[in-house]
């Protein structure tokens, strides 16, 4: 978990406000709407994802203060290559703007508006309303597109139909996820495909993919039991569903 003292250079109002991390991996924490202030300065954006930006750093794509925090929506290396971010650019300050969206859009997935813990609340960022957003223009779609099929192609080293274990939940580890409950499967986990999972893995089917929820999924697939959702736990998933699903 990031400890604000590790960076004294960082203004105190930018402190906490950067995606956490316990162990090398994203913390997962529950799907919570936030509040419904504006950061200051963000009259001028477009999306729920640019009010966040614009607290997080002032919108700045390219920013990359020499600390550990890449992008407008302030990635760290790992949570960038966890979510499948490494697809666009070694690190998210390379990416453009909509990639950096797209990325962020997994993130809200598994963690929701917590990922971002005062920026969420000042721009009122929310799974609906994040989720809701596309960021891509009809030339970036077909460009996104192609580097997907792309990367997918490229990195599948695995046997026909397996995943490769790579710790990336990428749309086709979640079509695995979707074919092992019994879900239909279009590579996205939408509210349903994680209540279904939840109930695979005998937790309360809320939707939220939380700290209990990833624990007893990690107890399932003999991972470390931490009740965080990272690259790690993604790679025992994708030898669990290889070796019992698909």
Request: proline fraction near 4%; include cysteine.
């Amino acid at each position: 978990m990031l400890n604000t003292t590790d960076f004294p250079d960082q203004p105190a109002s930018r402190r906490g406000t950067r995606l956490r991390l316990a162990g090398g991996a994203l913390t997962v924490t529950a799907l919570a709407a936030g509040g419904v202030a504006v950061a200051t300065g963000a009259g001028a954006s477009d999306t729920d994802w640019d009010r966040v930006a614009m607290c997080e750093s002032s919108g700045d794509r390219d920013i990359n203060p020499h600390n550990p925090f890449y992008g407008r929506l302030q990635f760290t290396y790992d949570s960038w290559k966890g979510f499948g971010g490494q697809q666009y650019a070694t690190t998210a300050d390379q990416a453009t703007k909509a990639q950096q969206i797209d990325i962020a859009q997994e993130v809200l997935k598994v963690q929701g508006p917590g990922a971002w813990p005062v920026c969420s609340k000042e721009a009122g960022l929310t799974v609906s309303n994040g989720l809701g957003v596309d960021p891509y223009s009809g030339t970036e779609r077909a460009s996104r597109s192609e580097t997907r099929t792309s990367t997918s192609s490229s990195s599948s080293t695995a046997s026909a139909g397996e995943l490769v274990v790579d710790g990336i939940r990428g749309p086709k580890t979640n079509s695995g996820i979707e074919t092992w409950v019994n879900r239909p499967v279009d590579g996205s986990l939408d509210r349903g495909d994680r209540q279904a999972l939840q109930g695979e893995v005998g937790t309360a089917q809320d939707g939220i993919i939380g700290p209990v929820t990833t624990s007893a999924l990690q107890r399932r697939v003999g991972a470390t039991v931490d009740g965080i959702w990272g690259p790690r736990t993604t790679s025992e998933l994708q030898g669990y569903l290889n070796r019992n699903v698909l």
